[in-house]
């Protein structure tokens, strides 16, 4: 009987604490935490003013603004959540959305981190620490119209990609499931052409070949099967092409951006993602 | 009889039977025995240091000196926040937004009924609405100057109604159940 007190005294007093935090939840604390995430003054007053006047409280918005925090913490680009709240709030989506937007958001800039660590270079993600951030964008982007971390596990296989390589490869693939091409078709097209290399333009090209397509009213299929028909035309090409062209282990040969494994006899990284 | 007058009885009468004690010289070995007990050992380095960081010490001050002192370590701890890494990080990134390259990129929607379009994006970090203006053919236009990089963005028709570019190159779900435009800028 006597512990069965001691217990609800504790929860009576954990009840309480959480009370009194919650109404202690100010705005002035909620700029604090902003700042804490190397949120810019001007913007952590405008996200604050934004979120009074579409009527969000305090205690809301500071939760949202630990989570930045510990995005932060995470060494993740702690400004796209930011940028992702402001849109919430500008938009006027309900606080539970945003919540869980900005939980996803979180959620998949540590997976696209891992991603992007797997597949790159560390020396190439140290020195375009702004390219590694668009990467990580449009990867995000593509996790968001629906290709599950699966089916990027799927595409970029064991390669070893520069990181405009690896934005064009999933630029590309978003923009095909974007344009309703079926997702294994995408999976196992995109993977090939990560595999093999091709080129940002090459990919954007295709790219908007498709999206023509698609406007004109083809089904996204058949199109999706001129991609990879075209898309391993343009790879033949420059394995072709490489063979006749000086190599060097660290740059890719006759503008094509093709990473270390690429290069005739590279193959995959051994025992990598 | 007073207090004060009984008091002075009784150490009459104290002096009076102190002076007929006999005095008895000390037992041998009774001085070096006082002295052993009252000499200062010598103490380890480690209990003078902690005698010196833990005894109590009288601070004396003055109103102006106190003054002066709090303006100086003020007046360091902010001078040594302002050339923290973390300041100069920000004053860079800003720096290099201004120097970057920038592309003019013309945006344009074709809503004649409208009375007021306004274009947010990524590149104002979803914060400032961009004014558009009708062009005589009844268009909304604007035109900004941006980086390379890709660039999410919308309209807003009438200040209510969110409206996705009709035209735009691409789209993305933007992560509330709607979807953003979606503009590459290349790199010059």
Not at chain 1, 176 to 190: F, H, K, N
Not at chain 2, 89 to 101: K, N, S, Y
Request: with cysteine; charged share 25%.
């Amino acid at each position: 009987m006597r512990n069965f007190k001691q217990v609800l005294f504790g929860i009576g007093c954990y009840a309480v604490l959480n009370v009194a935090a919650y109404a202690a939840e100010s705005w002035p604390a909620v700029e604090a935490k902003l700042k804490k995430a190397d949120v810019p003054a001007a913007q952590s007053e405008r996200v604050i003013a934004q979120a009074k006047q579409v009527g969000a409280d305090a205690a809301t918005v500071g939760a949202w603004a630990d989570r930045i925090v510990s995005a932060r913490a995470q060494q993740l680009p702690a400004e796209l959540l930011t940028e992702r709240m402001m849109q919430g709030l500008v938009k006027g989506v309900p606080a539970g959305r945003i919540e869980r937007a900005l939980d996803d958001l979180q959620n998949n800039l540590a997976w696209c981190k891992q991603a992007l660590e797997a597949h790159v270079a560390k020396a190439e993600l140290r020195a375009r620490p702004q390219h590694a951030v668009q990467a990580m964008r449009q990867l995000e982007g593509g996790l968001r119209a629906g290709l599950s971390t699966t089916h990027w596990e799927q595409i970029l296989g064991k390669t070893v990609l520069t990181l405009d390589q690896l934005r064009a490869v999933a630029e590309t693939s978003t923009d095909l499931r974007t344009l309703g091409a079926p997702v294994e078709q995408v999976v196992v097209t995109m993977h090939e052409a990560a595999k093999g290399g091709a080129d940002a333009r090459e990919l954007d090209k295709l790219s908007r070949e498709f999206s023509g397509g698609v406007a004109k009213g083809g089904a996204a299929a058949e199109l999706m099967q001129e991609f990879r028909r075209d898309l391993q035309a343009e790879l033949r090409q420059n394995v072709r092409g490489s063979e006749f062209a000086p190599q060097r282990p660290d740059m890719p040969s006759g503008g094509d951006m093709r990473g270390p494994d690429m290069q005739p006899g590279g193959g995959d990284r051994p025992g990598g993602y | 009889m007073t207090n004060r007058q009984k008091q002075d009885i009784d150490e009459q009468r104290l002096d009076a039977w102190l002076g007929s004690m006999p005095v008895l010289p000390p037992s041998p070995g009774f001085v070096d025995g006082v002295m052993r007990a009252v000499r200062n050992p010598k103490r380890s380095w480690h209990q003078r240091a902690w005698d010196f960081c833990f005894a109590p010490r009288v601070v004396r001050f003055n109103f102006a000196g106190a003054t002066m002192a709090a303006v100086v370590a003020f007046a360091s701890a902010w001078m040594l926040w302002n050339a923290s890494p973390q300041s100069a990080q920000l004053a860079g990134r800003g720096a290099a937004t201004v120097t970057q390259a920038t592309v003019k990129v013309r945006f344009t929607l074709d809503q004649q009924d409208a009375r007021r379009v306004a274009l947010v994006g990524d590149f104002t970090q979803w914060q400032t609405q961009i004014p558009l203006k009708r062009a005589p053919d009844g268009a909304w236009i604007a035109e900004i100057a941006l980086p390379a990089g890709d660039y999410e963005y919308m309209f807003v028709v009438d200040q209510t109604q969110w409206v996705s570019d009709p035209r735009a190159q691409r789209y993305r779900a933007d992560g509330f159940g709607n979807r953003n435009a979606v503009v590459t800028v290349p790199s010059v």
